[in-house]
């Protein structure tokens, strides 16, 4: 098998994997993202229907977030901006975290929650702003020359 046809069968959801064999590729990948406490927030979730769980897991984390082409921080990318776009603003500490952990710097999150505010309006940044400033806080980030700076 070539390098590349192995990275198309990456690229494609597995018909022939069963349910469970989704669902721990979705844990798999969500622990890679979040890590234990992460993964626990997703149990919760389970454990109250666990239909939905298992869904969101499989498919989520399974069949999306698993795929080749693109990576965790590109994917988170495109999720911080889709939340931010819809004014899911209940979802983005989760995936600003997880952007984190996969290795996206502060200051992209800032430019994308920037960005966002060209496309999706300053209402909807600015909620998504308050979101990454208290995972910031959370983890102690802090972002060079944003204390204090007045717009010029």
Do not use: W
């Not at 989520?60 to 795929?67: E, K, P, Q, V, W």
């Not at 921080?73 to 495109?78: A, Y």
């Amino acid at each position: 098998m070539t390098k590349q046809s192995e990275q198309a069968k990456l690229d494609q959801i597995n018909p022939q994997q069963t349910n469970q064999e989704r669902y721990q590729t979705g844990i798999d990948t969500l622990q890679t993202m979040v890590g234990d406490q992460g993964v626990s927030m997703i149990k919760e979730i389970g454990a109250f229907y666990p239909d939905f769980g298992r869904t969101l897991v499989a498919f989520g984390f399974g069949d999306l977030y698993s795929r080749g082409v693109l990576d965790l921080k590109q994917r988170e990318i495109i999720t911080i901006t889709s939340l931010i776009t819809q004014g899911a603003m209940e979802q983005l500490s989760f995936h600003v975290h997880a952007a984190l952990n996969v290795g996206l710097k502060p200051e992209e999150i800032l430019e994308i929650v920037l960005h966002c505010g060209g496309y999706a309006g300053f209402p909807k940044a600015c909620g998504g702003l308050n979101v990454v400033r208290r995972v910031f806080e959370e983890r102690g980030i802090t972002v060079p020359g944003g204390e204090g700076r007045a717009a010029d």
